[in-house]
T-cell receptor, first 115, second 107 residues
Framework: DGGITQSPKYLFRKEGQNVTLSCEQN?????MYWYRQDPGQGLRLIYY???????QKGDIAEGYSVSREKKESFPLTVTSAQKNPTAFYLC??????????????FGAGSRLTVL | AQRVTQPEKLLSVFKGAPVELKCNYS??????LFWYVQYSRQRLQLLLR??SRESIKGFTADLNKGETSFHLKKPFAQEEDSAMYYC?????????FGQGTTLQVKP
């Protein structure tokens, strides 16, 4: 069954702790993305990666870090520097960069709550 | 700066009424626009894209470059259309999303 798997689905963290959200895809997609979804603010791009071993900051990268060591994996670390980390995080992937190929497939999301 | 604006947080209509979800964009170049939809307890998914000029589930959207708009329309709303709708703009390898509009179709 092809798609994107995000884990964990729910995560609780104490202030001051880093936490890593997993995102794995078996679609053979080159590009992967992390978005944050907040009510009334839509989806905001955190980081994206167009190819293995390369990634770019999105609009709200501060307090987050990523890696792209494998094509199928794009984990997101929410660090203690992120001032308001409680949110719903969505991972997505797409075939690549060419026009018309930028159709995103989304994961089910991870909800992070900071206590 | 590239931007997508969806002015309505919530749109509530009765079943059978026409629906128009508004989307305006700001982009220096030839825009490529999409509508994504998220039904309750389902993943966000593509509804349609302007380059395909298609109608999906009775929805259509026309790119109006003069008004920089890409409004989503359906002549007769159904209860199963109730969902969150996002307009999105392609920008150099990534998508920029609007704030989203919740469509509520009442029986």
């Amino acid at each position: 069954d092809g798609g994107i798997t995000q884990s964990p689905k729910y995560l609780f963290r104490k202030e001051g702790q880093n936490v890593t959200l997993s995102c794995e895809q078996n679609l053979n997609h080159d590009a992967m993305y992390w978005y944050r979804q907040d009510p009334g603010q839509g989806l905001r791009l955190i980081y994206y990666s167009q190819i293995v071993n390369d990634f770019q900051k999105g609009d709200i990268a501060e307090g987050y870090s990523v890696s792209r060591e494998k094509k199928e994996s794009f984990p997101l670390t929410v660090t203690s520097a992120q001032k308001n980390p409680t949110a719903f995080y969505l991972c997505a992937s797409s075939i690549g960069l060419s026009s018309g190929a930028n159709v995103l497939t989304f994961g089910a999301g991870s909800r992070l709550t900071v206590l | 700066a590239q931007r997508v604006t969806q002015p309505e947080k919530l749109l509530s209509v009765f079943k059978g009424a026409p629906v128009e979800l508004k989307c305006n964009y700001s982009y220096s170049g030839s825009p490529e626009l999409f509508w994504y939809v998220q039904y309750s307890r389902q993943r966000l998914q593509l509804l349609l894209r302007h380059i395909s000029r298609e109608s999906i589930k009775g929805f259509t959207a026309d790119l109006n470059k003069g008004e920089t708009s890409f409004h989503l329309k359906k002549p007769f709303a159904q209860e199963e259309d109730s969902a969150m709708y996002y307009c999105a703009l392609r920008d150099t390898g990534k998508l920029i999303f609007g704030q989203g509009t919740t469509l509520q179709v009442k029986p």
